[in-house]
């Protein structure tokens, strides 16, 4: 219920204009976008679009602004007064409109969270990246930049009904396999983009595998306990695929895509480290086949133990996520059972010992990520382990409450600075959002 309120009218967005544009110092700065009661979305000719990173409100940074990229979504926040800045004056003003967020397509991080004040009682934030959003000059403008130019999630020239023949041909195909049922649902129920490319037959196959899950993430988009107000915004698999199941998959993908990449570890399961030995027996049972192509796993990284196993078997590489290299944070934020944090840094650093290509999926929140005390962790880390790639994508949250888990933060250094900062130390790092090919 929630999640349609707030995507109700996102295809119907009225601009209103009574002044010039602001221009200072020739830069771009946006106005404030908000919304009124129904969902249509304007833009306020007197004040400016205001950022959040972490506790601090300001303008946003403008090398930190991208014109809003094709398949994001704009949206509205129910019970979220919108924030913007009077140039006049240089003050913060509430309004007693509605805030707009902008979802952003793969491939961007966001630099600045949308600004508002929450009304109170007002209900959890689904689970989404609530990226600042403004109008300058006929344009919509965000507060991300590109990190990755791979087009594997791209579909705005493709056809929905060349995903449905796909997926429904896979079905008539394969009427038993019931992973491949599964994956067909998550294209055209859930508009998954990696189910989607399974059922196109491109770029990287999804392969969920685990119903269970030895973390309790606060941001878990696939289970949250009956508890939580937070709306998880997928189902999660309800089986465990045999090894045959899986590998009938891997076959089928790597019949239609010459570069085929396979990844364990989706967002509509627990974490797949779980059922390692089943993945390891699926694994075995592809590359006898001569089966070619990228297996990679996005895990957790909790058992470390399972790696020789699966690198032995024909693993290629390794995505463990994180929102932190701080101990005490991650620990806040996943709340493990049966496993530490000590044991995600031995797994990264026995992987890469193993010659698997290994990297980090960091789960960035403006104000938070992009701090000192928070990429000294992450240097360690890195110096630690000397892995390979930084995926750097958006952590799906409520802003207050991740928020809520932080302490003592010190002020946001920026993106682009963050980014300088780790290049600078590391030279071989590389940065990005998909899981690379590896031949």
Aim: charged share 25%.
């Amino acid at each position: 219920m929630f999640f349609h309120l707030i995507f109700t009218n996102i295809r119907h967005i009225y601009i209103y204009s009574l002044k010039k544009n602001h221009i200072m110092n020739n830069k771009i700065q946006p106005r404030l976008l908000y919304a009124d009661s129904k969902g249509n979305i304007y833009d306020d000719p007197d004040l400016l679009m205001v950022c959040r990173r972490g506790e601090e409100f300001a303008l946003p940074k403008p090398n930190e602004l991208t014109p809003l990229p094709a398949e994001s979504n704009i949206f509205f926040l129910p019970d979220r007064y919108a924030l913007g800045l009077d140039p006049k004056t240089g003050r913060l003003v509430v309004t007693d409109k509605l805030a707009v967020a902008a979802f952003i397509c793969p491939g961007y991080t966001l630099t600045g969270i949308c600004a508002y004040k929450k009304q109170q009682n007002s209900s959890p934030l689904p689970l989404f990246a609530y990226g600042a959003v403004g109008y300058f000059n006929g344009k919509f403008y965000v507060c991300a930049k590109k990190v990755d130019k791979d087009k594997r999630q791209v579909f705005l020239n493709i056809p929905k009904k060349k995903i449905e023949i796909g997926a429904k041909n896979l079905l008539k195909k394969y009427p038993d396999n019931r992973l491949i049922s599964h994956l067909t649902k998550c294209a055209l129920t859930y508009c998954c983009p990696a189910a989607r490319n399974f059922a196109l037959g491109r770029f990287e196959a999804p392969l969920p595998i685990s119903m269970e899950c030895n973390a309790r993430c606060i941001g878990c988009i696939s289970k949250q306990p009956k508890e939580s107000k937070i709306p998880a915004t997928q189902d999660r698999i309800t089986f465990t695929p045999t090894p045959s199941e899986i590998c009938e998959v891997m076959e089928e993908h790597a019949s239609k895509e010459k570069r085929p990449i396979f990844s364990f570890g989706q967002g509509c399961e627990g974490e797949p480290l779980t059922q390692w030995k089943t993945i390891e027996q699926a694994i075995t049972l592809y590359r006898k086949k001569n089966g070619k192509g990228t297996i990679n796993i996005n895990t957790n990284g909790s058992i470390t133990h399972s790696i020789p196993h699966l690198k032995e078997a024909g693993l290629s590489s390794i995505r463990v996520s994180l929102n932190s290299a701080n101990k005490v944070l991650y620990q806040k934020y996943y709340r493990p059972k049966g496993y530490e944090f000590d044991d995600v840094k031995a797994t990264i650093k026995l992987a890469k010992s193993l010659g698997l290509f290994v990297s980090i999926n960091l789960l960035y929140f403006p104000g938070v990520t992009d701090t000192e005390s928070e990429l000294t962790y992450l240097l360690d880390l890195i110096e630690d382990t000397k892995l390979d790639l930084i995926q750097l994508r958006n952590l799906n949250i409520d802003p207050d409450i991740y928020l809520s888990i932080q302490d003592n933060l010190s002020p946001s250094m920026g993106f682009l600075n963050f980014k300088k900062r780790l290049k600078k130390n590391f030279s071989w790092i590389k940065f990005g959002y998909f899981n690379p090919y590896l031949g």
